[in-house]
């Protein structure tokens, strides 16, 4: 989540609300990992929701504000890198 906060310059609890929100209608998994939380999105949606979300993820490759949170990322220095528990 921290990479989340850092990322889009938001508070912890409103990340945190979205992503419930995200786990409760079943887009997201989470798994903890000693401290961290790893997030992924649900591999059993249908195949429509992921071209979606494909599309999506393209359309705002174009976008500043998204181009932004990614450097922003980049920039973040304790970053649990190659690291995952979700499968």
């Not at 990992?33 to 195949?47: C, F, R």
Request: contains cysteine; glycine residues 4%; aromatic residues 10%.
């Amino acid at each position: 989540m921290c990479e989340l906060t850092h990322a889009l310059a938001l508070s912890q609890p409103k990340i945190s609300r979205h992503l419930a929100y995200l786990r409760q209608y079943g887009l997201l998994n989470d798994c903890r990992k000693g401290q961290w939380v790893y997030y992924k999105i649900n591999s059993t949606l249908p195949e429509w929701a992921g071209f979606f979300l494909n599309e999506v993820a393209d359309a705002l490759e174009e976008n500043s504000l998204y181009q932004q949170d990614i450097i922003r990322l980049h920039k973040m220095t304790d970053r649990p890198v190659g690291e995952s528990c979700c499968n």
